[in-house]
């Protein structure tokens, strides 16, 4: 069974900045994974990508595009060991959108309330999870959101973008 996740990518030159950050702070999964605002978290499935994909076009079509801006960063300790860039804006439509994906094919049962944001360390010891915090607290950038993609994991290279779907009005 292939496992998949839909994200929407940060571009660059902020998508390399943050994954060269995140290794550099020891988190060993960053080279693994594209830097990235998570709609559908990694999930199993059985069948065929193509009526995923149906539904995903289809999604998208009914989405118009939105602003994103990231700054300063938030953390989901003690919850789960996770320091995170947060969003101030693009929240809402986040949100909306990810709701939109987890349906039909994708309607997944959610480990945790969805709070969009971009994972900078993760599974670390609390001292590089408090850099992490510190270290990119003025972290800031915005950007377009003007589609979202279907990744598909790759036991040896990770997350691997095989679809781009473009939001309604793009």
Avoid: K
């Avoid at 999870?129 to 290279?157: I, N, R, S």
């Amino acid at each position: 069974m292939p496992t998949i996740g839909v994200a929407v990518a940060i571009p660059e030159p902020w998508a390399t900045e943050l994954q060269d950050y995140r290794a550099a702070v020891g988190d060993s999964t960053a080279a693994m994974i594209p830097t990235h605002i998570t709609l559908v978290p990694p999930t199993e499935i059985e069948g065929e990508l193509a009526e995923i994909e149906s539904h995903l076009a289809d999604v998208a079509t009914e989405v118009d595009a939105f602003a994103v801006h990231l700054r300063g960063t938030g953390t989901f300790r003690p919850v789960s060991p996770v320091v995170f860039v947060t969003l101030v804006e693009g929240i809402s439509q986040c949100e909306l959108l990810a709701d939109a994906v987890r349906r039909g094919p994708l309607d997944v049962d959610l480990a945790f309330p969805y709070h969009p944001h971009v994972t900078i360390a993760h599974h670390l010891d609390e001292g590089a999870l408090d850099q992490a915090f510190d270290e990119l607290a003025d972290f800031e950038c915005e950007f377009p959101v003007d589609g979202f993609h279907l990744y598909v994991h790759d036991q040896d290279h990770g997350w691997r973008p095989t679809r781009d779907f473009a939001l309604g009005n793009r």
